[in-house]
C-alpha cells in the first residue's frame, strides 16, 4: 500500500527586515547575562576608570560588578530604605548616593562604611552627582529642592526651589563646575548656575521629567518624559530642536555612545530605541522581559545594561574576534570538516546492491486528521491559535487541501458558536491578503450558504459576518480604484511611445 504523503505547505515570499550598518553593529552583542537584584534597578553607572566596574542601585543596596562578572565585587548596604542614584565621581575614587531617607551618602569605592552624610532635604533624595570639579555634590529631592554640597565641610552650598514639584532627574555640566541641570515633575527643565541665585534657563518639557541628558559638546540637550524624546538647543537659549515620539509608554531613561553618535532610550513599553544624533531616526530597537527603568552603555561601548521594573539586571557584551579563536592547551580537539561529510558524494558501481533504511515518516497531527478521513478534526487542529495567527499560511494550505479534497463543506459544516466565531476571525484577519484571498473567498461564500439559517441567533457571529461583508466590499473599492490609475497609466505610456516613435 502507498505511503500516505504529507501536505505540502507553499512557501510565500516574505520582505524582509532591511539591513544597515547599525542592525549589523548593534545584531554584534552576544545574548544577554541575567542578573536578579533585590529589587527594581533605578540606576546603574559605569566607573570611568578600567577595567570599567559598574554600580547597580536595587531596593536598600547598590553594588558593584566587574565587566564580566555575575557576582558583585563589592555592596553597600547601610541604606535603612531604598537607595537612589548610586553615581560614580570622574576619578572613580568616590560614589554618591541618595535614599527614601531624605540623606546623602558619600562612600569610598575600596571601603564599606560611608564617609559622609549629607543632612538637610526632607523628602526622598532621587538624584545626585558630582561637579565637574570633583568638590561639590549636586542632589534634587521630593522636597521641591535642589542642592549643592561642599564634599570635605559637609556644609550646603546652595538652594534652589524654584521647582513646583519632585525633582526626580539632572545632570552636570563636564566643562563648568558652576552649572547644574535638573528635571522636575512639574513638566520643566531648569539650568541653575551656582554663580547666580536664580536658574539660568527655563524649558517645559509638557509632561512629567523622568531623564536629562547633555551632549557630549554640551550644546544639546536632551529630556524624557512622558513617551516624548526631546532635543533642545542650548546655544539658542532652549529652543526644541527636535521633539520624538517612538515609545508606546513613559520614557524612563537616557544614554549616549562614547562617540556621541548614537542615543538611547528605555521605556516602560519594554524597548530600548537607538537613534542616530544626525537624523534622530530610530536606527535599531532592543526587546526586553519587563519594563526598562535604567540603561547603561560602557564607557568602551563593549557592554549594554539594562535594568528592570522585576528587579532583573540584563547584560549583553559585545561580540570580539578573538572569542571564536580557541583557548591554546585548554580546548580539546575537534573533528575536521571532513569527518561528517565523509562518503556523502559517493556514487555506487553497478555491481553494488543498495541498501536503504527505511525512514519514519512523522506527521503532523492535521496530516494524521487527513489520513483518518477525520476533515473537520484536521481543520479544527490547523484553526488553534498558535497555527492560524502566527502561520497562517498551514491553515490555508490545510483548507485548500480539504477542497481539493471535495470535503471542504463538510469540514465548515456542523460548528458551534465559538467554532464558528474562530473561523470568522480568521477570514476577518487575512481574507484581503492577497496571498491567501482566492482560496478564502469560496471559504467565506460556502460558510454564508451554510450558516444562513442562523444568522440573528448570535450577536457575536452577525457583528463578525458585519464586518467580514464591510472588509470585502472595501477591498473590491480598492480594487476597482486600482484598476481606473492601471488605465490611467495604460493610456500614458501608450502616449509617451507613441511620441518617441518617428
Same mark, same amino acid.
Given at each position: ?145 535642589? %542642592? &549643592? ?7 550646603? =552650598?546652595?538652594? #534652589? !526651589?524654584?521647582? @513646583?514639584?519632585? /525633582? ?93 553618535? %548614537? &542615543? ?7 524597548? =530600548?530605541?537607538? #537613534? !542616530?544624533?544626525? @537624523?534622530?531616526? /530610530? ?103 498558535? =497555527? ?115
Amino acid at each position: 500500500m502507498a505511503s500516505y504523503k504529507a501536505t505540502r505547505i507553499p512557501s510565500f515570499p516574505r520582505l524582509g527586515e532591511k539591513v544597515t550598518q547599525d542592525t549589523l553593529y548593534w545584531r554584534n552583542y552576544k545574548t544577554p547575562v541575567q542578573i536578579k537584584e533585590f529589587g527594581a534597578v533605578t540606576k546603574i553607572d559605569f566607573s570611568p576608570l578600567s577595567p570599567h566596574n559598574y554600580a547597580v542601585t536595587a531596593s536598600t543596596r547598590i553594588h558593584i560588578y566587574g565587566p564580566y562578572s555575575q557576582e558583585p565585587v563589592k555592596s553597600f548596604t547601610r541604606f535603612k530604605d531604598t537607595a537612589y542614584s548610586g553615581t560614580f565621581r570622574s576619578d572613580g575614587q568616590l560614589l554618591v548616593a541618595g535614599s527614601e531617607e531624605a540623606l546623602i551618602r558619600l562612600f569610598d569605592v575600596s571601603g564599606r562604611v560611608a564617609l559622609r552624610e549629607y543632612t538637610g532635604h526632607s523628602k526622598a533624595v532621587h538624584f545626585t552627582d558630582f561637579s565637574a570639579d570633583r568638590f561639590h555634590i549636586l542632589s534634587g529631592s521630593d522636597d521641591y529642592t535642589c %542642592r &549643592l554640597w561642599d564634599i570635605p565641610s559637609s556644609a550646603e =552650598v546652595s538652594r #534652589y !526651589s524654584e521647582h @513646583t514639584d519632585y /525633582v526626580r532627574c539632572g545632570t552636570p555640566s563636564r566643562l563648568n563646575p558652576d552649572v547644574f541641570i535638573t528635571g522636575s515633575y512639574d513638566h520643566t527643565v531648569k539650568v541653575f548656575d551656582s554663580r547666580k541665585e536664580r536658574s539660568v534657563m527655563t524649558m517645559d518639557h509638557g509632561q512629567p521629567v523622568e531623564s536629562v541628558l547633555l551632549f557630549p559638546s554640551e550644546g544639546l540637550l536632551v529630556s524624557a518624559g512622558g513617551r516624548y524624546v526631546k532635543v533642545w538647543d542650548m546655544l539658542k537659549g532652549g529652543q526644541v530642536l527636535v521633539s520624538l515620539k517612538n515609545h508606546h509608554k513613559t520614557v524612563t531613561c537616557l544614554c549616549m555612545s562614547s562617540t556621541g553618535q %548614537r &542615543l538611547l532610550s528605555g521605556s516602560l513599553d519594554r524597548h =530600548v530605541k537607538v #537613534y !542616530s544624533t544626525t @537624523t534622530y531616526k /530610530v536606527v535599531h530597537n532592543f526587546d526586553y522581559a519587563a519594563s526598562i527603568l535604567s540603561i547603561a552603555l560602557a564607557p568602551n561601548d563593549d557592554s549594554i545594561i539594562a535594568g528592570m521594573t522585576n528587579g532583573v539586571l540584563s547584560v549583553k557584551h559585545k561580540k570580539h574576534p578573538e572569542d571564536r579563536k580557541m583557548v591554546g592547551g585548554t580546548s580539546r580537539h575537534r573533528p575536521a570538516y571532513r569527518v561528517f561529510v565523509k562518503g556523502k558524494n559517493y556514487m555506487p558501481k553497478q555491481d553494488d546492491f543498495l541498501v536503504r533504511k527505511r525512514e519514519k515518516a512523522h506527521l503532523k497531527q492535521y496530516d494524521k486528521e487527513l489520513k483518518r478521513f477525520q476533515v473537520s478534526k484536521a481543520l479544527d487542529s490547523v484553526l488553534k491559535p498558535h =497555527v492560524r495567527l502566527k502561520t497562517p499560511e498551514v491553515t490555508v494550505a490545510v483548507i485548500q487541501e480539504l477542497n481539493r479534497r471535495g470535503t471542504l463543506k463538510n469540514a465548515l459544516a456542523g460548528r458551534d458558536e465559538k467554532g464558528l466565531s474562530i473561523l470568522l476571525s480568521f477570514l476577518i484577519r487575512n481574507v484581503v491578503d492577497s496571498r491567501f484571498a482566492p482560496i478564502l473567498l469560496t471559504v467565506a461564500e460556502m460558510v454564508l450558504d451554510i450558516y444562513m439559517k442562523v444568522v440573528g441567533q448570535s450577536a457575536v457571529v452577525d457583528k463578525q459576518i458585519l464586518k467580514l461583508q464591510e472588509l470585502v466590499e472595501k477591498e473590491i473599492d480598492y480594487q476597482q480604484e486600482l484598476m481606473e490609475v492601471l488605465g490611467m497609466m495604460d493610456t500614458l505610456f501608450a502616449t509617451m511611445t507613441a511620441k518617441k516613435e518617428p
